[in-house]
């Protein structure tokens, strides 16, 4: 018998985690600071730890402020707000800022001199999805949505690409031509060049840009592909590898249990997955590792556990965590007290209590990222000369110019009459049909239902023919939906920071970042 599918929840995941709706679910009630914090991590050498970071900042050209933090690391009672994201390019959406300065402001807000708190950028060098990462989208000067494209070679872990100096020459040459050399093409122009330009590989250049931008706020940048770093997590590695199918096991049954509340597990594990991915040293491409029968399979080939321990030894980074395993790997690695997260990312850690508690490591608390959106001032502009809110418009933009349409020519005044006006009719009509015979209310109520559905429908397209008579209004809004909403999806999902580089300069957007609020939903007024 097929099961019929459980209905969505009204609210969102990110509200009824914040509700506390998954104490079950997560270690770290929602906010708990102290908690995080009072968490022991004796059975942390960070020795080994920050002797790794200090080889991989010192090859990036980090600072004296990655210096400190290196230092407050190395302290027994230290702590780390972490967060982390794919190696776009031009450091993909601009969400990866927001994840940037949510960890920063949180740590400096949790830091002293007896428990030190340092925020870290984890990078999945790891993954090996290209087509995620290869590529950023900006607004050129007549705000249009614009794709800069890379090539990178795919199947193994997109952190072993090399960083082609052309490809960085062709990407300088298209924000020259796509700003049409406007007040800050310059610096745009020298930040992509201190940073890439010499980098020996793809997630170097990332790691430079983050600290171009972060470094003197004190952000710490980490590769997991960094060899000294990916022995420190071996253990867990051959835990996994001893049984293979445990933790995919337990993230199913985490999600069968978040289905029977009614939210679908987006975590996704088939019966003969592993949570490790494999690359045979000297080359080759990142593959799932499975299991049958007691036997291992990397692309349906047989291999022996005896072969992939033999490829530990000669390469630590030849087996990687799935996403089912990466972050309790970063969290076995950092003292972590939080982990920033974004809210699918928050759904996938729905699941993985469980993978966290096999591996004897504490959850930390998981704290959302803050949602940031930049208003460029003709944005501005036009949000204020007609009154608009920009969630609103940034949620429904063409529901929210047929609804401004509708007030400006008096029909939202009309419709709200007439909805008064039926309201008011039918009830006196009920009142007395009631009286008179108590079988009818069903009909008039039914007859009440089916006018209102005509004034709504009504409504909605005088809405949109007034759209289509207004060139104007029509040119503004489009102007808002290529900020606000760009390809249709939300603008800090989409748009690089580079786009916002061009027109606003680096500085002033690093600073407004700077200044949020590490929760909550911010508009930076440009």
Known sequence: MTQRPARAPATSFLDAYLAGAFADVFAV?????????????????????????????????????ATESLRKLAHPNSRVVVTGQQIGWLLGPTFALSKAVTALLLARRLDSEERPVVPVFWMATQDHDVDEMNHAWLLDREERLTRLEVEVKRGPAVGRARLDPSEVQRTRMALRRLDGDGPHAAEVDALLARACEGAQGWSEGFARLLLELFGEAGLLVVDPLEPSLALLGRDALERELADPGASAAAIREAGASLAERSWQPLLGRGEDASNLFVERPGGGSRTLLRHRAGALYLGGERVELS?????????????????????????????????VVGPGELRYLAQLRPVYQAHGVHMPLIWPRASVTVLQPPVRRILRRHGLDWRAVQADPRHEECE?????????????????????????????????????????????????????????????????QDAEVGAQFARLRAHLRPNGGLQERVLSPFSHFLTLGVEPVRDAFLRVDPAGDHALEF
């Open 307 to 339: 072969t992939l321990r033999a490829y530990l030894d000669e390469d630590p980074t030849s087996v990687t965590p799935a996403a089912g395993l990466r972050p309790v790997i970063q969290d076995l690695l950092l003292p972590s007290a939080a982990f």
């Open 404 to 468: 401004l349409q509708l007030r400006r020519h008096g029909y939202a005044d009309r419709a709200a009459a007439a909805f008064a006006s039926v309201e008011r009719e039918f009830t006196e009509l009920l009142e007395a049909t009631s009286a008179l015979d108590p079988t009818l209310e069903r009909a008039v109520r039914r007859g009440r239902y089916h006018l209102e559905r005509t004034v709504v429908t009504l409504r909605e397209k005088t809405g949109r023919a007034l759209v289509r």
């Open 29 to 65: 009630p929602p906010g708990d600071l102290e908690t995080a914090l009072s968490v022991p991590r004796d059975d942390l050498d960070r020795a080994p730890l920050v002797s790794a970071l200090e080889r991989q900042h010192e090859a990036w050209g980090a600072g004296a402020a």
